[in-house]
């Protein structure tokens, strides 16, 4: 499938869940922030401007500072700051309403039987990481857009002392819990092609 395709079936499966979004059946929501034009580089420096992810939207309309509900942060640190002023780490991760700071696996329940904190870090200088390097791994997230409690995850990778968001997503319904990173792009694409009637070429596809 080319970079194009996948754009085109990820807008098909946004606006159908946009469309249904007022119904009562659950609904995981998911945005890939794919590389190359238009990757969104959440979490600069301190100053940053893009240290806000609102994972209710996709890449291209994401504000990058407003405060939201659904809007989480990431900051990193050069490490020759660490131990000047407030600044005490090199990735700190964190929201208004709660953030799993744990590498979460693909599909693990959220919420999960973890603590639930308002922030974290992710990677202290002297201290390591809780999240393996170079590896895809899910932190989980709470909001209240004002009508109960909904959750979500963002996918991240570690490269040394950056972090980087591949993907995000939500449940739409109040109170149901999702699974970290589902659905999956591939579920999507067989999902968006099948909603065409174009199943023969689905068959031809493989993610």
Do not use: K
């Not at 970290?180 to 968006?192: D, F, R, S």
């Amino acid at each position: 499938m080319s970079m194009q395709q996948l754009r085109s079936v990820m807008a098909l499966a946004v606006t159908a869940w946009a469309g249904g979004a007022g119904s009562a059946q659950a609904s995981p929501v998911r945005f890939d922030n794919l590389p190359g034009p238009g990757h969104y580089e959440w979490g600069d420096t301190v100053d940053g401007p893009n240290w806000r992810l609102d994972i209710t939207l996709p890449a291209a309309s994401q504000p990058g500072v407003n405060d939201q509900p659904a809007t989480f942060y990431h900051t990193n640190v050069n490490p020759s700051d660490v131990g000047r002023g407030n600044i005490e780490g090199l990735i700190h991760v964190g929201g208004d309403f709660g953030v799993h700071v744990v590498g979460l696996a693909l599909g693990e329940s959220i919420p999960a039987a973890y603590a639930w904190d308002a922030s974290g870090f992710v990677l202290f200088e002297g201290f390591g990481s809780i999240l393996p390097e170079g590896q895809q791994v899910y932190l989980g997230v709470s909001f209240d857009p004002g009508d109960g409690d909904h959750y979500g995850w963002i996918g991240v990778v570690r490269s040394g002392h950056q972090l980087d968001a591949f993907a995000w997503g939500f449940e739409s319904e109040v109170g149901v819990p999702v699974a970290a990173g589902v659905p999956e792009p591939c579920t999507l694409a067989l999902l968006a092609f099948g909603s065409i009637g174009i199943a023969s070429r689905r068959r031809r596809h493989v993610c």
